[in-house]
């Protein structure tokens, strides 16, 4: 699917990002245009600014979508879920080990059926579209159709996906079981025929979790990380108690769980890492050291009875964090919903998260965990026109709420605590809308 290539105008209340507000001020962190305009040209912001400022500066009549009174931000980003787990999402009654072996290896033996990944593939990233996330960071299952069925369907509809097949040769149901060399094969051909970021997709090397890759299939993903070190890594981490202790059984020489995978040199500044639940405080700092990224997945912590990811001490001991959905571990493809259970983690914890934190975590913060901060996350000449629209009336009991919001805090916050998909009006993909053809 091409990018738009007609000029347009896209109006509305437009906020973005410029830097980190846990970091500083946060008036100078973001900008807001309360009668906003964003002009999209193939696909890409070539002008933002005020709508009078702008629609002076074309000098010919455009085409102009009215968005007012709705809020205009860049498209969400979610940065750990499992593409396979979609129909899994809400699997009653178990913690992270026995959900795995109850439900979701079940669920991703049928990916070995070429239509039913292109089936799912396609749902998912509706799913996406419905909830305002442009961009996402997917695991697929431990079959090569999976991952292609995934990059086939985001490239139909031109949306900037990260993903790739799992890797795990043990400890699985052996449907699901690759071999380290089939895993690095697999994987190699998929980077080649998929790793294209012209095209919008970006490949993660994805060994699921040490307890299910032998000591050979982490050398073999070391070898992939060696060979392609322009692609992602994504994997597990101290999600579980008894996960760790069963990791760390598995690889005795390790201190600690992250030690595993800082032996075969998988901690990178394009790591990610899923949880990060519990962990110490040298962990954390080797996480700091080497420039990963913790994925804080709060609907999921909570379902699966998790734990709390401690924010603010990632953050003290400069360690990068992002924020995700994991579905289907998490509970919602939402980001909003999402957020409003990070509020909840936080403030558990003594910790405060502000409404401009939490979109910026959505958005830029996001972008910059992943190193795409010039092409999305945020609304700037140049960027990708990914956008989403909210509407925080979308609901009768938030219609009621806005009507005593007196500042664009209030209404963030009344978004993030009681929206969901009916609050995304509209998702616009590399400038083209999407959600309104769904």
């Known amino acids: 699917m091409s990018a738009q290539t007609t000029p347009h105008l896209i109006r509305g209340r437009i906020l973005t990002f410029l830097e980190n507000p846990f970091q500083q001020n946060a008036a100078s962190a973001y900008r807001f245009y309360e009668d906003g305009a964003l002009l999209i040209a193939n696909g890409k912001i070539a002008d933002i600014g005020s709508f009078d400022d702008v629609k002076a500066r074309i000098g010919a009549d455009v085409a102009v979508t009215d968005h007012r009174p709705h809020l205009i931000m860049p498209g969400f ?3 750990h879920l499992h593409f396979p787990q979609t129909q899994a999402i809400a699997s009653y009654g178990a913690q992270l ?24 593939a396609g749902r998912f990233l509706d799913e996406l579209i419905r909830n305002g996330t442009t961009t996402a960071v997917a695991y697929c299952s431990v079959h090569k159709q999976s991952a292609q069925s995934m990059f086939a ?14 890797m795990m040769d043990r400890n699985a149901p052996e449907a699901l079981r690759d071999t380290p060399q089939s895993g690095y094969d697999d994987s190699k051909a998929l980077i080649e025929a998929w790793h294209k970021p012209d095209q919008r997709n970006y490949y993660a090397i994805s060994p699921r979790f040490a307890i299910t890759s032998t000591p050979e299939q982490l050398e073999m993903s070391k070898a992939l990380v060696q060979e392609f070190p322009d692609c992602y890594v994504q994997t597990h981490l101290s999600e579980n108690h008894d996960e760790i202790a069963f990791a760390t059984s598995l690889y005795p020489s390790a201190q ?7 032996h075969y040199e ?9 949880h990060c639940i519990h962990m110490c405080d040298r962990e954390v700092s080797l996480m700091a ?8 997945c709060p609907t999921s912590n909570l379902f699966l009875g998790s734990g709390l990811f401690d924010h603010d001490r990632f953050a003290k001991l400069g ?30 914890q003594g910790q405060k998260l502000s409404p401009l934190q939490s979109y910026y975590m959505l958005t830029l913060g996001n972008a910059r965990a992943l190193g795409l901060q ?22 009768p009991a938030m219609d009621l709420r806005m009507d005593v919001a007196e500042t664009l805090e209030d209404e963030l916050f009344i978004l993030q605590t009681m929206g969901d998909d009916r609050c995304v009006r509209e998702v616009y993909i590399a400038g083209k809308a999407m959600k309104s053809a769904l």
């Open 266 to 274: 998988l901690l990178t500044p394009k790591t990610i890492l899923g």
């Open 374 to 395: 010039d092409k999305i996350g945020s609304l700037h000449v140049g960027a990708d026109a990914d956008i989403v629209v909210l509407d925080a009336r979308a609901k």
């Open 97 to 120: 080990l026995e959900w795995l072996n109850t439900y979701v290896f079940v669920e991703e033996q049928k990916f070995e059926n070429a239509a039913h990944a292109d089936f799912i």
């Open 289 to 296: 050291e080497r420039g990963a990224v913790a994925a804080f």
């Open 319 to 348: 360690a990068r964090i992002s924020v995700a959905t994991d579905v289907g571990g998490g509970s919602s493809f939402s980001m909003l919903e999402t957020m409003s259970e990070a509020y909840k983690i936080m403030a558990l």
């Open 256 to 262: 600690h769980y992250i030690d595993i995978y800082a």
């Open 77 to 79: 980003i979610d940065t």
């Open 153 to 166: 369907a985001a490239r139909q509809r031109n949306m900037l996906m990260v993903g790739g097949k799992v």
